[in-house]
């Protein structure tokens, strides 16, 4: 199996995702949440932050149905959506959905966490249900 790209800068956000939580860097002098993860702030340019869980919803801003497998295993078609989160206006971030049917643009999702093999966990995405 394919492995995520873990680097210096991600390394912990893995680490709580494989916990099931989802969280962002916060800037300790500003307050911006960012993510991903990075050294910087985009706004102060500080090198100053912390972790903070926040809820994993978000609204999908596009999909695509794959038909290409690009790990082994993976059946297809499956889709892929891209989601805003609510906590980071400006982030992106992506999954596999986990829903009956398509999603629909603007639609209000939530994270899903998927435990594969080797220890890693994939946040994936389904419609809320609060």
Do not use: K
């Not at 307050?31 to 978000?58: D, K, L, Q, S, Y």
């Amino acid at each position: 199996m394919m492995r995520p790209n873990v680097d210096r800068d991600s390394a912990a956000w893995w680490e709580r995702v494989a916990g099931h939580e989802f969280a962002v860097q916060r800037c300790d002098r500003c307050g911006t949440r960012r993510w991903p993860a990075r050294a910087f702030c985009p706004a102060c340019r500080t090198e100053a932050w912390a972790w903070e869980a926040v809820e994993p919803i978000g609204t999908v801003v596009s999909w695509i149905v794959n038909h290409q497998p690009f790990m082994p295993g993976l059946g297809t078609p499956y889709v892929v959506v891209m989601v805003r989160l609510a906590a980071v206006p400006g982030a992106l971030a992506w999954g596999n959905w986990h829903g009956d049917g398509e999603p629909q643009a603007g639609q209000l999702v939530e994270a899903v966490y998927t435990d594969v093999e080797n220890g890693v966990t994939l946040v994936n995405w389904r419609p809320y249900t609060a």
